[in-house]
């Protein structure tokens, strides 16, 4: 089974964490079912950017971006190449290690 290596993140996962997931799975899917809750303000129906990861190993081991996807991430903040909305995301048989930005685009979240 791949394993998903989550970099530390202050709020969501201060010491990291490393997981192992079923093939198939959705990296944001992935994370909520093994405690890390990180921001899906559409509710994973790639209409937001709230749960945009950057893949730092295995990024050539997902499903390749849609265009939707990649018109969402656009917008998101600290946009690398290397981003992927963990929504869209399907994890495939090879280890990821990915980094959850410090910063979204959650206006309810921010208290806009």
Do not use: F
């Amino acid at each position: 089974m791949p394993k998903i290596t989550v970099l530390p993140h202050a709020e969501l996962a201060p010491e990291g964490v490393e997981i192992e997931v079923p093939a198939g799975t959705s990296v944001c899917e992935a994370l909520l079912e093994n405690g890390i809750p990180i921001e899906h303000a559409c509710e994973m129906v790639c209409a937001c950017t709230t749960c945009h990861v950057i893949v730092r190993k295995g990024y050539a081991s997902l499903n390749e971006p849609e265009e939707q996807e990649e018109d969402m991430l656009d917008k998101a903040w600290g946009l690398e190449p290397q981003s992927r909305l963990s929504c869209q995301a399907i994890v495939a048989q090879e280890d990821l290690t990915v980094e959850i930005p410090k910063y979204s685009i959650n206006h309810a979240k921010e208290n806009h």
